[in-house]
């Protein structure tokens, strides 16, 4: 492999050693099945409830003769015959449901290389929030890493960012990261909204997604916490952000204590104790679910709210705001930015 | 459409009346080619030698049921499945032998939307120096726009840029400008090397061409000149170059005074004018073509030489320098800064 005698891989036959688990297969999510399949991944694990349709063809990788199929048989059967080297396993659910998400959680923690053990990496390209909101709970309540990734509803800006529970902020911890884009829009997609769509934005959201994704998984280069990309501009703003102490997810306060924990134990390092607590048993606790206490916020309520946006590094801002009286706005969130000014980003686009 | 209800794009149905030439349909030019045809736009010219071989499925877009079919029918019976309101025209030849390129000329100057009228846009997806630089001259001989495209032997970098003749660096003016690998690496591909690939890299490429690509034909956002990508440490350089008042290219000397007539009559503006300049008739010359001057330096003595690298922003640098002794290292060419200081980008890193 030309990767590895260039001295960028140390080992990248490992590739096919690790299993992705990926939520959504539309636009980004195709895109990005379709790279692991070539890049030659061991196991992926597709999960959508959609099907197939005409208009979906403004996207990369399905054609119109699958138009009607299920997504994940339709991007089941174009990956096999691309690799089929690569084990998959699909699942054509909503995970949102209670009963789908109790399958999702046992897959996600049970199906990867080898059957009872967890997959190596959720990947989230679904375009709602409670899907997010779902995923987020899971691999909170499984101390599973797993990776975001959004379009915005016009077309034109989009990002992916990682969360590792316990040492970056989780998508409860604070309102959702998204791109500036300078104009009037909601940006996360909401029921009855018809989104715009750009084969290029998600083809390039996917790009730097399973870029990240390889980074992660063959450790090399430097792994983005939180990438940008404004179309608009071609301006690709970084950031990376610290957990919230008074996170809604219990789940998530509970690995910021074990990840405290274990810091604070490296100081006084015990052999063997690390790869032990790696092994540590998950317990699910049914009655625990962060999706339930999302849903007591309605849609119209979210709509209506409104409040201080915090402070962010230039080009990147909150899906939305909450209003101050009835939550404080991520308190004790530490945002720590991309070294990027204002005054920066002005040189950057006079120059152009 | 989405798009113009959103206020991105004030005529998206405007797509339909463009024709684009991409050159080179492999891992950058086959998702290029794809993108386009589901962007909807009117006409496609296709060109390239080679066939799809077994070895390109770590790419996107060709199948393995593919191998040993021409890259050009391949992919325009995938394209045409896609959508079938795209014109194609299919050329299986090499552009830089002698016949091949009169015939490429012809085509991209008389191959557009209406027979007789040239294409609206150039894109080079190709691989190697030659190619570029016969795609150069018959850009700069016609005075037609066109967009570079590139990606490093080593997988993890890669660019565009915008070529206008006359108005900014064409691909003689100094040696190509390429993202800093930080590593000891040649970056434009050379004969006998196995260059490594990745669909990620070439995925990106490709987006943020065709993202450009729209921006130009429906004249919205900020459009590009030069933009690099930077997949070790998710870094995307900006900048802009000036041509060089002593560029090898005899026209493309011609046009940059062609401009600067051009930008000092608009201050003394006769009607009309401006449009019968654009009607006028193109000589080709046929001994002035710049890729018999390039020939007359080997593959051993580019590899032999060095010389100084000139100012340019962090991130991007150039893929030779040439000795000072034989010839000045591009005088005169103005570089624009994309306002990033070395501070700026080690802060970035930094806090990743």
Redesign the interface.
Known sequence: ???K????VRDYEKIRTFAVAIVGVGGVGS?TA??LT???IGKLLLFDYDKVELAN????FF???QAGLSKVQAAEHTLR???PDVLFEVHNYNITTVENFQHFMDRISGGGMEEGRPVDLVLSCVDNFEARMAINTACNELGQTWMESGVS????SGHIQLMVPGQSACFACAPPLVVAAN?D?KTLKRDGV???????????V???L???V?KFLLN??????Y?GYN??????P???MKPNPQCNDRNCRRRQEEHERKAAEQHTPEAGQGEEEEEEEVVHEDNEWGIELVSEVSEEELRRSSGPVPDLPKGITVAYTLPTQHQDPAPGVAV??????L??????????
């Open positions: 492999m030309a990767l005698r260039m001295g960028i895109v379709e790279m070539r890049c030659g063809m403004n996207r990369l054609q119109p003769h015959n691309i690799n509803e016009n077309a034109v104009m829009e018809c989104a715009a769509s750009l084969p290029t934005t998600m083809g390039v996917a790009g730097v399973v870029q990240n390889l090399f280069g430097t792994i983005s916490f990438l179309a608009m501009q071609d301006f690709f970084t950031m990376s720590e930015d991309s070294g990027e000014s005054e920066d980003l002005m040189a950057k686009m006079k120059n152009l």
